[in-house]
């Protein structure tokens, strides 16, 4: 089974960018079909903001597309979230998630990032 752990998130100016890591650990993270998260403060559910499945597709959510870029680096085993021109409303817990290929069903999750974007 894999193990996410995301990193790179933090505070940033409206307009700044950052790039988000999710670092993959007891397997191959190239097996899995992946997706980034979001949680906002006070809400229970988690959208997902970016995909990336074995075949290379990148499916993104309106709210991002243009602005965050998902990416892999098989060599380090690391997904990487690149978020750019922030606004506000990207403020939330970013999490990774891994699931099998098939059917992507997200079964291993990170820990998540907090990432706050000020006006």
């Known amino acids: 089974q894999v193990r996410l752990v995301e990193s790179g998130g933090g505070s940033m100016q409206a307009g700044g960018s950052l790039r988000l890591s999710c670092a993959a650990s007891g397997d191959d993270i190239s097996n899995y079909c992946i997706g980034w998260f979001r949680q906002t403060p006070g809400k229970e559910e988690r959208e997902e903001v970016a995909g990336l499945d074995t075949d290379g597709r990148t499916p993104y959510v309106d709210s991002v597309k243009g602005r965050f870029t998902i990416s892999r680096d098989n060599a380090e085993n690391t997904v990487y979230l690149q978020l750019n021109s922030l606004k506000p409303e990207d403020t939330a817990m970013y999490y990774c998630?891994?699931?099998?290929?098939?059917?992507?069903?997200?079964?291993?999750w990170g820990q998540g990032i907090m990432v706050t974007v000020s006006p």
């Open positions: 998630a891994a699931g099998n290929p098939e059917a992507c069903q997200f079964e291993y």
